[in-house]
């Protein structure tokens, strides 16, 4: 198995407050992603980052922000967290050559926002 | 918006039969797809992939053939056994996206006894 690592795993936060998800990789790999998973809508992108300090958007970035300070670490961050965050945040990487985009998935990280 | 969809959202099959799962996708430029499966409570899992420069693609008990002509994708899985109950993805790469794959809705996949 690829070596990623989300925390935390499960967490129940109230409407307004900040939440951090991490996502930590000892594969070396390039790019990292965060996907959003809810029940009708299979998987969808919020964020990637292709290196260090290097992220942009995906289809649903509105109310998150990433950073990656460090190849093997990529956080992403609900300023002000909503109950239509609610959802299960895949991390995913990727160091396939030019064109290979097999991504290895994380165990994801079950978010509950009362 | 082009994206990538699946027939039918769920599918149930005998243990032993032959599963056909079927993904329709819209946008022509794509030229990578890949077949993910997902148990309960896990990340998605590499199953296969397919290049757009070819039509079928083997793996274990797994096949994925790839129609361009009317942009749609299948996984064959033979011999299905309980253990294959899962969700399954088709995915697609978006290449003006940090290579980000593009995830169809999925379909579920219950063998039965």
């Known amino acids: 198995d690829a070596g990623i690592t989300q925390s935390p795993r499960h967490k129940v936060t109230e409407t307004g407050t900040p939440v951090t998800l991490r996502c930590h990789q000892t594969e070396n790999h390039r790019y990292m992603y965060w996907y959003r998973q809810d029940p009708g809508h299979g998987l969808r992108l919020i964020h990637y980052?292709?290196?260090?300090?290097?992220?942009d958007k995906g289809e649903v970035s509105d109310g998150y922000s990433v950073s990656r300070s460090k190849t093997e670490d990529f956080l992403l961050t609900l300023e002000s967290a909503t109950s239509s965050q609610t959802s299960v945040y895949f991390c995913a990487i990727s160091g396939g050559s030019l064109g290979t985009g097999e991504l290895f998935f994380g165990e994801g990280s079950r978010l509950t926002v009362l | 918006g082009e994206n990538v969809g699946l027939h039918l959202p769920t599918l149930s099959v005998q243990e032993g039969d032959n599963s056909i799962i079927n993904c329709a996708y819209s946008?022509?430029?794509?030229?990578?797809f890949i077949w993910y499966k997902q148990e309960s409570g896990k990340g998605p899992q590499f199953i296969i992939d397919i290049r757009s420069n070819m039509d079928k693609r083997q793996g274990q008990r797994v096949t994925v053939l790839l129609n361009k002509t009317v942009k749609h994708l299948s996984l064959q899985i033979a011999a299905t056994q309980p253990g294959d109950s899962a969700v399954y993805f088709c995915a697609e790469l978006r290449s003006n996206s940090g290579y980000a794959l593009n995830f169809g809705k999925g379909t579920s996949l219950l063998v039965t006894p």
């Open positions: 980052s292709y290196g260090v300090k290097d992220t």
């Open positions: 946008n022509s430029a794509s030229d990578y």
